[in-house]
């Protein structure tokens, strides 16, 4: 992501310094799939909406705009070159008075806010953007484990023997695995990413020592890994030819 934060000069209340702060802590808060698409969006802080932005808005009131996204979205753009960025503009005196100058209040709109032009950024209408919002958990650092902790975790390789769609569900697939010693059945959600026949014979990575759970009447006894993408999961395989219950040091 190339963001540029910017404050116009008739910007005052909170310091500019310190509001500046609050939107990067918050940018940095959001998941890294998203960061990473965001190409050449620039960050504004004015103190209020000129009356062309509250015209293109469609905001008559323009203390009640706190944010606008202005550019191309992304689902828009055929071939895209523009050396001017895209722009999301804070509306500082907005925000603080919506806010009575409440830091913590402030922080939250601020992450409301980054959370709702990015949506348009994306190309996503109101009710999609406001459906996220309402389903986004807070992105908050994880706590940091002792090696001790991570030891207690047993990864290892399973083959895939046997793998077809649940049953009333659009997502998850039911597996049957080779752990080396013992075969195990798991659920997984990646059937929107891989068709069952793809999977028969693929090597896996798999917390071997979770505990059992039951999902949609089937009883799931492990969790494969796979990397969070933008275009949905990716399971981890090993590189080279190793036999199923290697264990992952």
């Not at 960025?85 to 008075?97: H, S």
Request: hydrophobic share 35%; with cysteine.
């Amino acid at each position: 992501m190339t963001n540029r934060i910017q404050n116009d000069k008739d910007s005052k209340n909170m310091e500019k310094e310190k509001f500046e702060q609050l939107i990067t802590q918050s940018l940095k808060k959001l998941p890294y799939h998203f960061l990473n698409k965001m190409a050449n969006v620039a960050i504004i802080i004015q103190e209020k909406p000129t009356e062309f932005q509250k015209e293109k808005s469609g905001y008559s009131c323009g203390r009640c705009l706190l944010g606008l996204y202005e550019g191309v979205p992304q689902i828009k753009r055929g071939y895209y070159n523009r050396a001017v960025p895209d722009k999301i503009t804070f509306f500082q005196n907005n925000i603080e008075k919506t806010a009575a100058n409440n830091e913590e209040r402030i922080k939250q709109i601020i992450e409301e806010t980054i959370w709702h032009e990015i949506g348009h950024h994306f190309g996503l209408d109101e009710k999609e953007i406001q459906e996220r919002i309402q389903r986004k958990k807070p992105f908050v650092e994880k706590k940091m484990i002792s090696l001790e902790d991570f030891k207690q975790l047993d990864l290892r390789i399973a083959t895939i023997l046997k793998a077809e769609k649940l049953e009333g569900t659009d997502k998850l697939l039911v597996l049957e695995i080779d752990l080396g010693e013992e075969k195990r059945q798991l659920i997984a959600g990646i059937a929107q990413q891989y068709p069952p026949e793809s999977l028969i014979g693929k090597k896996i990575v798999v917390v071997a020592n979770l505990e059992p759970k039951e999902i949609k009447g089937k009883l799931s006894q492990g969790m494969l890994l796979a990397v969070d993408s933008n275009k949905g999961p990716v399971l981890l395989t090993p590189e080279g030819e190793v036999p199923p219950g290697s264990k992952i040091k």
